[in-house]
């Protein structure tokens, strides 16, 4: 069984992964890292979304094996260690940028990338970046308030 | 892949080859990480040109700016395969790859008359792309054979590309058509152009003709007519829920009219 070293959430982890195991596997199985989400299982939906490398990708898609050396950052790892929630998070409290809360993770994961890549994106920038993240709650407007509102908190505390 | 004796698959950004083991479509007996090998995984300068690693990711590609400032067609092209957050991970050489006719990259690619470098047990090979598929799934690699890079030749000035494709959604869909323009100038005379179609037949398809009708002309009307009628000669696409062979045919040479004015304009501001 091939053995992986990653940072995960800036912590150095090892573990034992067979050939097969996904990413999300790792996290959610062997970590306990329940908060990023499997929803389709096919890279669809996003639910699944962590940073690699600081770029968002699916978990669902990717192989333990591949990322041997990787810095993997997931849901759990934006927060402060004061446990004070990251400007986004924040965000999507404050604009109710969800409801039954599944696809939030991979939303958040998706938005902070964003903020980072494209920090003034707009309406229409935010709602195409979006593309690869399903949301079947709140049709996405107050989605993209959230984001609108995290990038700007993220700009403001640089 | 030697060992898996014929049963390897490559691996570079996996975002077809999971699904399509997760799915049960596909079952490998080894699989190939290449996302490790530096020349299949940097983008460098060459000979005026852009020597492309074929894992390199979307996301890495868009993020180039001489080479989106060379290649603009191409690398939004590249761009439109799957979501951001497959960009992330996909690579143009694994798009190539996965030889659906309907993939973005194939038409860009093939218009820029892309050279493919190829390695295999027997040593290495340059392909033209367009000479790569030979069907729906199937590419005309030799096993054992892989893509190494993408080579896109050097950029004149006045030069310009395009890509566009036909999609019922906004985001996130399979071309119904697409299609790639490449031309270059002297003065307002077309004095080079290639055109690839996307999704109309069981492989991308790079149109002498519709070339013929641009070069040496001024993109006058009947010239852009010419060249989309020659697309639509062009076009053997299949009925499917994303269109009929009728309104494939159609869009084909709309779209080259609406790629090659953006060619065009590009063009004139290189």
Known sequence: ?158 | MAAANGAGRILAGGTDLLVQMRAGVVAPGAIVDVKRIAEMTTIVEELGGFRIGAAVSAAVIGEHERLAQAWPGVVEAVNLIGSKQVQGRASAGGNLCNASPAADSGPALVAAGAMLTIQGPKGRRDLPVEKLHAGPGRTTLEPGELIVSIVLPPRPARSGDAYLRLIPRTEMDIAVVGCGVSLAFEGDVCTSARVGLGAVAPTVLLVGDAASALIGSRLEPDAIARAAAACRAACRPIDDKRGTIAYRTKIAGVLLARATAIAAQRARSH
């Open chain 1, 1 to 158: 069984m091939p053995q992986v070293s990653m940072t995960v959430n800036g912590r150095p982890i090892k573990a034992d992964v067979e050939g097969r195991t996904l990413l999300v596997q790792l996290l959610r199985e062997k970590l306990g890292l329940t908060g990023t989400h499997v929803g389709c299982d096919t890279s669809q939906c996003g639910a699944c979304v962590v940073h690699v490398d600081g770029k968002s990708a699916k978990s669902c898609t990717l192989l333990a094996a591949q990322l041997d050396g990787a810095n993997i950052t997931t849901i759990e790892g934006l927060a402060g260690a004061d446990g004070k929630l990251h400007p986004m998070q924040e965000a999507f409290r404050d604009n109710h940028g969800l409801q039954c809360g599944f696809c939030t993770p991979g939303m958040v994961m998706s938005a902070v990338d964003l903020a980072k890549t494209n920090p003034n994106a707009s309406e229409h920038e935010i709602r195409e970046w979006l593309e690869g993240n399903i949301c079947r709650c709140t049709g996405y407007h107050n989605i993209v308030k959230s984001i609108q509102a995290g990038a700007a908190a993220m700009q403001a505390a640089k």
